[in-house]
């Protein structure tokens, strides 16, 4: 047994990265002495994985959704095991966390996509009432980067990985706002380092990842670790969050639809950046020339979804208590809407 999971949120200034394995064929090693194991999966990826394990785990479970509700009831269903993995997306990653932290067992994580950065961080992405919170404090213990595995995956629920990290672009400028108007701390340090390292490492690899090589593939999970070091360094991850998160909570908030985090990510940058007056085009063509989607309809929003999320923005920031950024300061008018609809579809 490793460290003791914690069940409140909490920033480490000690935090160490867990180790991250790249290689392939991965799950086959890995499982091999393991005495007794839970999955966290979806039907796809575990369709990918079954056949590649010899030594099958206790339980597979079948994240439905991450509502509090429903992972409450399906943690009951899993039996006490030594490790849980954690094997698919976003989700699957959450609900192993949470298993690892009801169970206080260790953890690995397996990515079959790379739709965001659950996999490497320490707390656990859970929604209430539709709208997302986080909690928790899980260590986690491996995290799995089977490079075969990933290259079975559409390559865009590759690529939309990097949005993870593109949204220190608009978080940044949401944090100096709030800083420059006295609503929160700031780190000048850690916000340059933010801008001009990590976003720098992130256009210099940008063919890399539009092809999802080894090295695209390594450029992101590591930025993932960089990221996810300094927000417990400082304890805040405001340098990776912001208005263009905000904009995918709201999204699932309003049309109740499940997205992958990166894709509708993307679309939150782009709608951040515009309202910002922030690098637009800038960053209109970074997106393109890392082969991410920017088209609503790409990742199953309509026109009448994308203005209802729009319409909603202002309230729904202020009254769900999100730091403050650029949906605090511009209000959101019809030609707004209209626009962004252009350059979006
Ligand atoms: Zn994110």
């Not at 079948?62 to 992972?71: D, N, T």
């Not at 399906?74 to 989700?91: F, N």
């Not at 199953?300 to 729009?310: K, P, R, S, V």
Request: a neutral charge; hydrophobic letters at 40%; glycine letters at 6%.
């Amino acid at each position: 047994m490793g460290k003791k999971h914690l069940d409140y949120l909490f920033y480490d200034p000690k935090w160490e990265p867990p180790e991250v394995i790249y290689g392939e064929d991965l799950l086959q090693e890995f499982t091999k002495d393991i005495e007794n194991y839970a999955v966290s999966t979806m039907q796809i990826p575990w369709n990918i994985v079954k056949g590649k394990i010899s030594n099958l785990p206790q339980k597979v479970i079948f994240v439905e959704s991450m509502e509090l509700p429903v992972i409450e009831k399906l943690e009951k269903k899993v039996p006490p095991v030594q490790l849980v993995m954690g094997i698919g997306g976003g989700s699957a990653h959450d609900f192993a966390k949470y298993i690892a932290l009801k169970k206080q067992c260790r953890i690995y994580q397996v990515p079959t996509i790379i739709g965001g950065d659950a996999s490497v961080t320490n707390a656990i992405g859970i929604r209430d009432g539709g709208k997302v919170k986080y909690i928790a404090h899980v260590f986690i213990d491996k995290v799995l980067i089977d490079y075969k595995l990933l290259s079975q995956a559409p390559q865009k629920l590759i690529t939309c990985g990097a949005a993870d990290i593109l949204s220190s672009h608009t978080a940044l400028y949401d944090w100096k706002i709030a800083s420059d108007r006295g609503k929160e701390k700031f780190n000048e340090k850690i916000y340059m380092q933010a801008r001009e390292e990590f976003l720098s490492e992130l256009k210099d690899n940008k063919i890399e990842i539009k092809k999802a090589t080894k090295k695209g593939i390594k450029t992101i999970i590591e930025l993932y670790l960089k990221y996810a070091k300094i927000a417990n360094l400082i304890g805040t991850d405001r340098a990776q969050e912001g208005s263009e998160h905000f904009f995918a909570y709201n999204a699932e908030y309003v049309t109740k639809k499940h997205f992958i985090h990166g894709e509708i990510l993307t679309i939150g940058i782009l709608v951040s950046s515009y309202l910002q007056n922030n690098n637009f085009e800038e960053i209109f063509k970074l997106i393109n020339d890392m082969g991410m989607q920017y088209q609503i309809s790409s990742v199953g929003l309509n026109e009448e979804e994308f203005t209802e999320i729009m319409k909603t923005m202002n309230k729904f920031v202020i009254e769900g208590g999100y730091y403050y950024s650029i949906f605090n300061e511009v209000r959101i008018k019809p030609s707004h809407i209209r626009e962004l609809l252009k350059l979006l579809m």
